[in-house]
């Protein structure tokens, strides 16, 4: 059978191999006595009927037989149920709540991600909570399932005795994408699970806010982009450790590696090290940034944290956000629309209609929009879209600003 | 084959327009005919989707049509095949034709309540299919229409309800027609325990038609108020309690599955002593098994929402009662293998039918354990362990159970004889096809793969992709026997009155019956299964074919 990680679940795969291997016997017996039935008692072989009308006997029999074994088989199925369902005290609380079209787990620290991160050999108690409709957690290798109910406080336990990844999915269908709704439950060794519960994504987002923040500030997305596109300068994105080939002032070419130093020349000299190609046009900084501060871009250009430990990803920390609320499943960072959401791409600063109380208004998409729209989604509808989207009015307001931050980001058609 | 001039009973035209005598007839021969016909027709609506559903999931990611269009489809096809085609099969169509002429009366106790019945399910038909068309588009809720998200689907859910009212309806009179039938317009000498298990069987099914249809009628009711006025009967938001609505929902849909297979066991208890020359065994165990079912079968509606976040108890309370509803369901089963212990077995289609249909429902109902135990059913409930189980036990029962019956009344219907080695023949491709279609859905619903899934992650592909190979082949057979008694209809061999030497009242009547069935009301002298003196007209036909 499918693979089994819960210790809980033991019982459940014994009441399977039970109840199934009871099932086939019957079925076997009963399909060989219909077959056998069928040649032995053909009119070929038994020309004449025997008047039998019944036997009271065989039919007590197979009344009383069954019965007794089917309440057998209902004690097994029961008492593996109770084993599933009695949570042991102490176990770590974490929260699932899922939305239309995934899941955010929230742990007692309060970190929060979309995939289940859990300890090896420790309970686990799920409060399950859902925004909209009905969804159902279920881990198919701990043969636990239950549902997600809006209104209303369900739990569950899991444990596992095994490190790996396992599916997570939806198993009450809730709508369009239903079939997207799947995550991952990531078993860690206790001490590893300790060290991703502790490493602060917020320190991580810091710097990376910061670099963002510099370059804004100096203003290098004037000319340079981050999406790959040609703007008057080369892009930025997936720089390190990119072969440049590069012009030295006496001509020369030569290629080399964009690692730090590289980076950190062609902001402060850029004329120093010109990638073939380009124009000098770009001034020089050095003087004008600080050592520290192009540090900080060089970092984050690199994503790597000041230590050279690699950033978790390259992303904005508002996209943290976007993911983890689940956002991004009807609202798309490139400009496409799922035809359920407004793209959040070239969101910020546009002109948009909207209904409010069945009334047409136009507006610029600032940020009290977005804050409004976030937290009281039925309120402002953009047109040609249904109100479809739960309220977040609970969000606190670090993930708030993350998020506004994130769409200006993708913003501006200024 | 003959051509012989042959009396065209109750077919024969009475002058004036052909359509309007058909559509505002109160003949229950005719409006049977009609239900049949267009039960038919949806069915075959119901079975390309479900072959396109099938094919969309022959790979992961999208295949042939867009995940909006998969969630509508599966949708239409659940509420096609449940309200127009499995619910309203074999009761509406062979009950209304044959209960009559097996008690013995010249038509049901209202003839024009049965025609209205009809209408209704016409109405209530047009009604669901418009909702595909008109505003918002394909309701995508699943035929379930579970809240909050049917409050909020922005589909056409409103109108697919209002259809399902209408249907409720015509359900509710049908039942209704039908107890009365039986127990005022029975022949004379016809008691109780003298009457045919289909009969017995359409009694225990129109009490549950005539109780538990209103609790869909309400619940359906509620959700349009829900929709339409706002009102917050089931949305936590406002109130409600999403809860409430699945136990209104099972209270009818659970008693339901019964609506479906209790008439096909009606016929499987008649086809089997037929063909064995030998009466059935347990006559009375068999009826009060058919009660038993009835009634327990309603007190089991909550064993679909065991992981709901209904307490623990009321689990418990459940998966045990649903346990107890396995026995009668079994004892039928043993009772029909021991009528064929010891008989004089003729193997003809209508028998294949039937022991198909004995062997894919235990496919089906020893699944059914495995969901009722609360411990194993966390894990495969709303898997394809759940698909499997109810496409066993609903096509392979009740389906089987529909053309058993349209190849044994077949030569009532029409006097004449579809071709018997074909028909055998789609039976058994059918019968594979059915095992290729499910069974590979058992081993997916194991391994975790949740049900109503657009898309599947790659570890699920072969099984799938057997699936799909086991939908062609069960269309196969489909065409095979469908044709082949389209064919039987106009240039089959032209057979009499009682081909298979069955002891039942129609089989006294011409082929096709007379439109007022008996000259003289008939006097019954002994029960259904007493073949004494009666020689199946077909044995002579075997043996001439047999020396070719």
């Not at chain 2, 909050?148 to 259809?163: D, E, H, K, Q």
Request: proline content about 6%; aromatic content about 14%; overall charge negative.
């Amino acid at each position: 059978m499918y693979p089994q990680i819960f210790s809980a679940a033991k019982d459940v795969d014994r009441a399977f191999l039970i109840i199934l291997g009871f099932s086939v016997f019957i079925l076997v017996v009963v399909t060989i006595a219909m077959l056998w039935f069928l040649w032995r008692y053909n009119v070929k072989r038994s020309p004449v009927a025997a008047d039998i009308r019944g036997n009271f006997w065989a039919e007590v029999i197979w009344t009383v037989l069954p019965t007794i074994i089917v309440l057998g088989l209902f004690w097994t199925g029961w008492s593996s149920f109770k084993a599933m369902r009695t949570i042991p005290d102490g176990a770590m609380e974490v929260l699932v709540e899922g939305r239309m079209w995934s899941w955010k787990f929230t742990y007692a620290n309060g970190k929060t991600s979309q995939e289940l991160y859990a300890p090896v050999d420790t309970p686990l108690r799920l409060k399950l909570s859902s925004r909209d409709v009905i969804h159902s957690f279920y881990v198919p290798a701990m043969r636990v399932k239950w549902d997600l109910v809006p209104g209303m406080d369900t739990e569950v336990w899991i444990q596992s005795d095994t490190v790996g990844e396992y599916d997570i999915f939806c198993a009450e269908y809730c709508g369009l994408k239903h079939a997207d709704m799947i995550t991952l439950l990531k078993v860690l060794p206790a001490e590893d699970f300790q060290a991703w519960l502790d490493g602060s994504a917020e320190t991580e987002g810091d710097e990376i806010l910061r670099g963002l923040a510099l370059m804004e500030e100096y203003g290098c997305f004037d000319c340079h982009t981050m999406d790959g596109t040609d703007d008057v300068a080369p892009p930025l994105n997936g720089i390190a450790g990119k072969e440049r080939l590069i012009i030295l002032p006496d001509g020369a070419k030569r290629t080399i590696k964009a690692d730090s130093h590289y980076i950190k020349t062609s902001i402060m000299d850029p004329g120093a090290e010109l990638v073939d190609g380009w124009d000098d046009e770009m001034p020089p900084y050095e003087g004008d940034l600080s050592d520290e501060d192009a540090n900080v871009i060089v970092n984050y250009l690199l994503g790597k944290d000041e230590s050279g430990k690699p950033f978790k990803a390259l992303e904005h920390p508002g996209l943290h956000f976007a993911k983890v609320e689940g956002c991004l499943k009807c609202h798309t960072t490139d400009g496409t629309t799922t035809g359920r959401a407004p793209s959040f791409k070239g969101l910020y600063g546009s002109t948009i209609t909207v209904r409010k109380d069945n009334k047409e208004k136009m507006l610029t998409a600032d940020e009290e929009y977005i804050r409004q729209s976030i937290k009281h989604s039925t309120k402002w509808v953009a047109e040609g879209y249904v109100d479809s989207m739960p309220p977040y009015d609970d969000l606190n307001e670090e993930t708030i600003e993350g998020l506004i931050s994130f769409i200006k980001s993708l913003g501006g058609k200024d | 084959m003959s051509d012989t001039v042959m009396d065209k009973g109750f077919f024969a035209p009475k002058g004036g327009s052909k359509i309007m005598e058909w559509l505002f007839t109160t003949d229950h021969k005719r409006i049977g005919m009609l239900y049949l016909w267009a039960i038919l027709i949806f069915f075959s609506v119901g079975v390309c989707l479900g072959l396109a559903l099938r094919l969309e999931l022959f790979a992961p990611g999208p295949t042939i049509m867009t995940q909006q269009a998969f969630n509508a489809i599966f949708t239409l096809h659940g509420v096609v095949m449940i309200f127009l085609v499995v619910i309203p099969s074999i009761p509406a169509a062979f009950g209304n034709i044959f209960l009559p002429l097996q008690l013995g009366a010249e038509d049901v106790a209202f003839p024009r309540l049965n025609m209205f019945s009809f209408w209704l399910y016409i109405v209530g038909g047009g009604i669901a299919l418009t909702s595909l068309f008109t505003a918002g588009g394909a309701p995508d809720t699943g035929w379930t229409f579970y809240v909050p998200f049917s409050s909020i689907s922005t589909t056409n859910v409103s109108v697919a309800v209002l259809g399902v009212f209408v249907l409720g309806f015509s359900s509710i009179l049908t039942g209704l027609n039908f107890i009365v039938t039986i127990h005022r317009m029975r022949a004379e000498g016809m008691t109780w325990l003298r009457m045919p298990l289909f009969p017995w069987a359409l009694y225990a099914t129109a009490w549950i038609q005539v109780l538990a249809t209103p609790i869909l009628s309400i619940t359906v009711l509620l959700i349009a108020i829900e929709r339409l006025l706002g009102m917050g009967i089931f949305d936590p938001a406002r109130g409600g309690d999403p809860l409430l609505y699945q136990h209104l929902f099972w209270i009818y849909s659970h008693p339901a599955v019964y609506i479906m297979i209790l008439p096909a066991m009606g016929v499987i208890s008649d086809i089997i002593p037929v063909f064995c020359r030998k009466p059935i065994f347990g006559y009375k165990t068999i009826i009060g098994s058919s009660l038993a079912i009835a009634f327990a079968g309603s007190l089991v509606w909550a064993h679909h929402m065991f992981v709901s976040g209904m307490s623990d108890t009321a689990v418990m309370v459940f998966s045990f009662l649903t346990f107890i509803v396995a026995v009668p369901s079994a004892v039928k089963v043993f009772n029909w293998l021991s009528t064929m212990y010891k008989g004089s077995i003729r193997p003809e289609p209508p028998l294949i039918f039937a022991l198909g249909f004995i062997f894919l429902f235990a496919m089906g109902g020893i699944t059914g354990l495995v969901l009722g135990s609360a411990g194993t059913d966390m894990h495969v409930h709303d898997t394809y362990f759940v698909v499997g189980h109810f496409h066993f036990v609903i096509f392979g029962g009740t389906g089987m159970g529909l053309f058993a019956s349209m190849h044994y009344w077949f030569p009532k219907i029409y006097g004449r004889m579809y071709n018997k080695r074909i028909a055998t023949w789609s039976a058994i491709i059918i019968i594979a096809g059915i095992n290729g279609l499910y069974f590979p859905m058992y081993l997916l619903g194991l391994a975790g793969m949740p049900r109503r899934y657009y898309d599947y992650l790659p570890q699920y592909t072969d099984l799938h992709q057997l699936s799909t190979y086991g939908s062609w082949i069960t269309a196969m057979g489909l065409v095979l026997m469908f044709w082949n008694l389209w064919h039987g209809r106009k240039h089959g061999r032209v057979v009499g009155k009682n081909p298979w030497g069955a002891a039942t009242l129609e089989w006294t009547l011409p082929s096709p019956p007379p439109t007022h069935n008996f000259d003289e009301d008939p006097i019954v002298t002994h029960g259904p299964y007493h073949y004494d003196g009666l020689i199946p007209e077909e044995d002579a036909v075997n043996e001439s074919e047999g020396d070719k």
